[in-house]
């Protein structure tokens, strides 16, 4: 049987990350895995500057592509020490591509360029690992993501062409020859051979289509965390990590926020109930939590925060009711805008939603309903989710917050909240 594994930026950030990935791999020595890998640290965030500076011609842009190069420079010269190795070759190439394309004017089409430039981090880091692991004797196939992930063209946010996918991955790794394939998260390919991304974070999402295509016996997520937590250290102590999670809970928890799980990623797995584990890259014995298909409840009591909330409430301007037709039009606009409503709530008389704070397209909305209602939002608000709620963790998430809106339903309660500390300061 197959497996999947993926290990994120923060699991080859450096040369010892990517000397640890040999470690993992070594205790799962007779096995037959396809290995997905990010961009190395803090890549992606990086070439995204580079595509904004360039694009804009902000006089940066070679500065910018420096400072990548010589980062991954630095880590391949502790990996290799031999110059004349031939990765030095093959990132040279990439380099080279990237300064020429830097060196050209822009289309027109901001997300197309991006996705032509965003999505080589994946591809240097891929080169990178591929090599130290051969050279660390874990022979494994190098393979270019964006032969086999199939996408349309919507750049940024390319959707998976799951047949032609499918047939692709099952035709390039084959397990017979080869037990390890190497490949990259977060990239694929139009029919037409141009990258495309799959979104931000998306290689978790690639680890799960693969995963998809072959049928594999599991997914496993490397981080740096022990497993995904009840609650995010960063705003609370005492999370727990959880054993087991149901895919429903992944799911609920990851696309309210939770950072440890791409949203996407759970419902290829769910589809044909492939276990998704989420381990420490640092303690690889350790259990972490397993995703899988399981009824069972949460334990405890898990919630995320999301941050920089937008509160919008809408009321017709003639007290009439907001009906079912005002609600087509509300949400037509909501979706012109490229706008989540992360929670919503309707009376009578007022129809309220809360999305990502975005300085661009939140204004722009806000203008569009004015036209047709009375309008009033809050902006700097904080949105928790609670997947398995009782009144204590209520009472915990919400002390020293004004909340300005709640929605619960049999497993999940949502707040919209204000941090009443901030004021005080
Ligand atoms: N490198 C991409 C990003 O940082 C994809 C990923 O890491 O999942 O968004
Ligand atoms: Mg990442």
């Known amino acids: 049987m197959i497996k999947v594994f993926k290990f994120g930026g923060a699991s080859v950030r450096d040369a010892d990350a990517v000397k640890n990935v040999v470690k993992v791999m070594n205790l799962y020595g007779a096995d037959k895995i396809a290995v997905v890998v990010s961009a190395m640290g803090k890549t992606t965030n990086a070439l995204e500057q580079l595509v904004h500076a360039w694009y804009y011609e902000t006089g940066e842009s070679n500065h910018i592509l420096s400072g990548i190069k010589s980062y991954h420079m630095d880590i391949v010269?502790?990996?290799?020490?031999?110059?004349?190795?031939?990765?030095?070759s093959g990132l040279e190439e990439i380099f080279s591509e990237l300064t020429e394309k830097t060196g050209t004017i822009a289309s027109d089409n901001y997300d197309y360029e991006y996705d032509?430039?965003?999505?080589?981090?994946?591809?240097?880091?891929?080169?990178?690992?591929?090599?130290?692991?051969?050279?660390?004797?874990?022979?494994?196939?190098?393979?270019?993501?964006?032969?086999?992930?199939?996408?349309?063209?919507?750049?940024?946010?390319?959707?998976?062409?799951?047949?032609?996918?499918?047939?692709?991955?099952?035709?390039?790794?084959?397990?017979?020859t080869t037990a390890v394939f190497l490949t990259q998260g977060f990239i694929g390919a139009t029919s037409e051979n141009i990258s495309t991304t799959l979104g931000r974070e998306g290689s978790d999402y690639s680890a799960a289509i693969l995963a998809w295509c072959l049928d594999a016996e599991r997914v496993a997520i490397w981080k740096d965390v022990p497993g995904v937590l009840n609650a995010d250290p960063k705003y609370f102590d005492n999370t727990v990590k959880l054993d087991q999670?149901?895919?429903?809970?992944?799911?609920?928890?990851?696309?309210y926020g939770a950072s440890v799980i791409h949203p996407k990623t759970i419902k290829p797995l769910q589809n044909k109930r492939i276990p998704l584990w989420v381990k420490s890259f640092l303690k690889p014995e350790e259990r972490g939590t397993i995703v899988h298909h399981d009824r069972a409840e949460l334990?405890?009591?898990?919630?995320?925060?999301?941050?920089?909330?937008?509160?919008?409430?809408?009321?017709?301007?003639?007290?009439?009711?907001?009906?079912?037709?005002n609600?087509?039009?509300?949400?037509?606009?909501?979706?012109?805008?490229?706008?989540?409503?992360?929670?919503?709530?309707?009376?009578?008389?007022?129809?309220?939603?809360?999305?990502?704070?975005?300085?661009?397209?939140?204004?722009?909305?806000?203008?569009?309903?004015?036209?047709?209602?009375?309008?009033?939002?809050?902006?700097?608000?904080?949105?928790?989710?609670?997947?398995?709620?009782?009144?204590?963790?209520?009472?915990?998430?919400?002390?020293?917050?004004?909340?300005?809106?709640e929605e619960k339903s049999r497993h999940t309660c949502q707040m919209v909240m204000r941090d009443l500390s901030v004021l005080c300061d």
Request: charged share 25%.
């Open 77 to 88: 010269r502790t990996l290799f020490p031999s110059s004349d190795h031939a990765v030095y």
């Open 116 to 176: 032509q430039i965003v999505s080589l981090g994946e591809v240097i880091s891929s080169k990178i690992v591929s090599a130290y692991l051969a050279d660390s004797g874990v022979a494994n196939t190098w393979i270019d993501a964006r032969s086999i992930i199939r996408t349309d063209n919507t750049y940024r946010d390319a959707r998976v062409n799951w047949e032609t996918t499918e047939e692709y991955v099952r035709h390039s790794m084959d397990f017979n």
């Open 245 to 255: 999670l149901s895919y429903y809970d992944a799911i609920e928890l990851a696309y």
């Open 299 to 325: 334990v405890v009591p898990s919630f995320i925060f999301k941050m920089n909330q937008a509160l919008i409430t809408l009321s017709t301007r003639d007290f009439s009711f907001i009906v079912e037709k």
């Open 327 to 405: 609600l087509g039009d509300i949400f037509y606009q909501i979706d012109r805008f490229r706008l989540r409503i992360n929670v919503m709530q309707n009376t009578a008389l007022s129809f309220s939603i809360s999305v990502d704070m975005d300085e661009r397209k939140v204004p722009g909305l806000i203008k569009a309903l004015e036209e047709e209602y009375a309008v009033r939002y809050n902006t700097g608000l904080e949105l928790v989710t609670i997947r398995h709620y009782d009144q204590e963790t209520i009472d915990r998430v919400s002390s020293n917050k004004e909340i300005l809106l």
